[in-house]
């Protein structure tokens, strides 16, 4: 069974219908052409609805546009407190960010009281429109997407040679008869003198997966510029993140790989804050750490590509990690043992 | 099959007997008992005393249990009870328990994780059948949503949980602990009209409850509501005291405590509802009784166009017959626990239990 969702009515000046239909034909016509395509909402998350619209020029400038329902099971002083004060830090965030010139999609507007009264067209029920942000379209896929195509690639292209490291690791091990494993690999792929193992896809794959790093190791950058800058993301996950493809793409590449290429933008400061604190950083750097993990266990091994980028990306880096490690052993109900 | 449990992780202890049909139709619950232990007003249950309820109740139990249930230790198939998490000094009176009844009926044992049995025993209940999970209680303050043969937790309390919050705060107010501090907290909130700004503290999918209630204990204080108080006058709870310089009442203090976290708890269930994609939600746990907190999650739910599935106290509130349920479900997939390592742990993650009765 599938239900279409109706989204609730949004508040002015956006509609999700073309208002003027009902006007006299003289008008209808010149309405009709000049008044803009209603938004698209584009995703339902908890705390907000998001729409792809456009600002001042429909086709010049796509927009995103965020609006903050009211929330009915909350008690309306809370909400009202609850969503001025997020969209406030979200908008005073973003605006902080793009003066430090971080990569986050620039804010064109904003209504923090969200107190307009808006009728909703199935029921006929008022309710407050919701306050709303106005933002800069980012283009390309999230970095979720784009991690999972990658993963999806890898496994279609070195599916066939995929137990042939281990056992060339084996050999290798058996060979040299010491030196913890990564070392012997590392030894391995350096002198590449097994040419008739099949080294080719292997060298293809190490290809592949330092694009991959290089990806991760921009990421680690994008955040640690964010940090200082002077801003915690609250909620870094590779949903939060967009690829922004670079505007010139090179001919002949990218046949049948993942663009990894491309500026890394922060988007979604919901549940951002103003920080400076090594606390504050490294809880945000265990959020991301834990998303990625849950996400994409089999990119999880190339994580600490992402704090790298990060350690070289400003200064203070090296302390925010070092607090990551106690941050870390904390959890609640987490057992002792080891 | 038919499964005895053994619960008693905090200040219940509670027996209860179930009945899985072979042919596979709903579960019967032939019994379910249960004990607490009440401390006077501005008293908090200590280990060792609660072990000592435990340990004098525990026998009486389970042959009240095994009356009602009208079956013989013969038909019995396995003894669950919980290995944690909880108190220890109440756990280990109840895993003594269970391993004499293993001895002296010849049966085999299974330990339980708590939270694995609120949720099965919910699920059991209400037939949810993928739900998120928000669970609720003095001890634990959990969003699970299950995901390849585990519970896993998305988002939880980063100090102390919701049910240890509000009890802290009746002590305070040295508000009754009967039949439960929270069930009283509620009575008094209803009468509450004014919202006091208390912080919100909301970390992505975890939340942060201390902050909370030092808040308003500060503020129980700063206008001497806190302490013992006279029953019979109750101007300290009546909003005649609304025009006089604002000062809120003990209703008042009651009413915001409960809709500022409870509007935590929703506001992360609701996260996790969008992150996993569910339209389900099942309350489980002690504070799972309280009616506000799923009249608002009703309202979440429904804004999605979801449900909500909660249970009564009989279910909500620690029980034995949970533990009978999720750990006879465990024992038909063949897991047992050795008398040797029939132990109780204080920390026990309900992602730890490998959920193999489920696909």
């Known amino acids: 069974m599938i239900e279409e969702y109706q989204p609730p009515p949004l508040p002015p000046p956006f509609h999700h219908h073309h208002q003027h239909r009902t006007q006299s034909p003289a008008t209808t016509t010149t309405t009709t052409t000049t008044t803009p395509p209603p938004p698209i909402l584009l995703t339902q998350g908890a705390e907000a609805h998001l729409y792809k619209t456009h ?23 809370l909400d009202r407190r609850l969503t001025r004060q997020r969209i406030l830090q979200e908008a005073r965030c973003l605006a902080k960010l793009v003066r430090e010139g971080v990569a986050v999609p620039a804010l064109y507007a904003v209504d923090w009281e969200g107190q307009t009264v808006v009728v909703d067209a199935a029921t006929g029920e008022e309710r407050y429109g919701g306050a709303w942000l106005l933002m800069e379209w980012v283009e390309g896929d999230v ?12 496994l279609a292209r070195f599916a066939a040679d995929d137990r042939s490291p281990s056992s060339r690791r084996r050999q290798a091990d058996g060979g040299s008869g010491s030196g913890p494993g990564s070392e012997v690999q590392m030894e391995v792929d350096g002198h590449g003198d097994h040419s008739d193992h099949g080294d080719n896809g292997h060298v293809e794959r190490k290809r592949e997966e330092e694009r991959m790093k290089d990806l991760l190791r921009r990421i680690g950058a994008a955040v640690g510029r964010l940090h200082a800058a002077g801003v915690i993301h609250g909620d870094l996950t590779t949903s939060n993140l967009i690829l922004r493809p670079a505007s010139s793409k090179k001919e002949g590449e990218g046949e049948g790989e993942v663009d990894l290429e491309g500026e890394v933008v922060l988007i979604d400061f919901g549940l951002a804050s103003q920080s400076v604190q090594d606390e504050d950083r490294a809880v945000d750097l265990y959020v991301l ?7 994409h266990p089999r990119t999880e091994a190339f994580f600490a590509e992402v704090l790298d980028g ?10 925010v990690l070092k607090r990551l490690e106690e941050v870390r052993l904390r959890g609640r109900k987490k057992s002792m043992l080891g | 099959m038919i499964a005895v449990g053994i619960e008693g992780s905090a200040n219940k202890v509670g027996v209860g007997i179930i009945f899985h049909p072979e042919d596979g139709s709903t579960p ?12 006077p007003p501005g008293e908090g249950f200590l280990p060792k005393d609660t072990a000592r309820h435990h340990r004098a109740w525990v026998v009486k139990l389970v042959k009240q249990a095994l009356q009602d249930a009208r079956v013989s230790v013969k038909d019995v198939d396995c003894i669950c009870y919980t290995k944690g998490p909880g108190m220890g000094a109440p756990l280990q009176s109840c895993a003594i328990a269970a391993r004499m009844l293993s001895l002296l009926w010849g049966k085999e044992l299974v330990g339980v994780n708590h939270c694995v049995g609120h949720i099965e025993m919910g699920r059991a209940i209400t037939g949810a059948t993928n739900p998120v999970v928000l669970y609720v209680s003095g001890g634990n303050t959990q969003v699970i949503a299950y995901s390849s043969q585990r519970y896993r937790i998305f988002g939880e309390t980063l100090d102390i949980a919701v049910g240890n919050c509000l009890d ?7 508000i009754s602990n009967d039949p439960a501090p929270g069930y009283n907290i509620e009575q008094l909130a209803k009468k509450g009209k004014r919202l006091v700004d208390l912080p919100y503290t909301v970390k992505g999918m975890d939340i942060s409850m201390s902050g909370v209630l030092a808040a308003i204990d500060a503020l129980a204080v700063q206008y001497g509501l806190n302490g013992e108080w006279d029953e019979k006058d109750d101007s300290a709870d009546s909003a005649q005291g609304e025009a006089d310089d604002g000062k809120p009442t003990r209703a008042d203090l009651c009413f915001s405590l409960q809709e500022t976290v409870y509007s935590m708890l929703v506001e992360i269930t609701e996260r996790a509802m969008a992150h996993v994609g569910s339209k389900e939600v099942l309350i489980v746990g002690g504070v799972g009784c309280n009616e506000r907190l799923q009249e608002m999650m009703g309202i979440m739910a429904r804004d999605r166009g979801g449900t909500v599935h909660a249970t009564d106290e009989r279910y909500c509130i620690d029980n034995g017959i949970m533990i009978a349920q999720a750990g006879l479900m465990a024992y038909k997939t063949g897991f047992r626990t050795p008398l040797k390592d029939a132990t109780c742990t204080q920390r026990f993650r309900t992602d730890e239990v490998l959920v193999k009765w489920r696909d």
């Open chain 2, 168 to 174: 802290r705060f009746a002590r305070t107010l040295h």
């Open chain 1, 289 to 295: 750490e834990r998303a990625f993990g849950s996400t």
């Open chain 1, 55 to 77: 600002y001042l020029n429909a086709t010049t400038h796509p927009a995103a546009l965020k609006i903050r329902p009211s929330k009915p099971y909350r008690h309306p002083v």
């Open chain 1, 310 to 319: 990060y350690r070289a990306s400003y200064r203070g880096a090296a302390s």
């Open chain 2, 28 to 39: 019967q619950v032939l019994a379910n008992v249960r004990h607490t232990y009440v401390t």
């Open chain 1, 143 to 154: 970095v979720r997407v784009v991690v999972q195509a990658w993963e999806r690639a890898m």
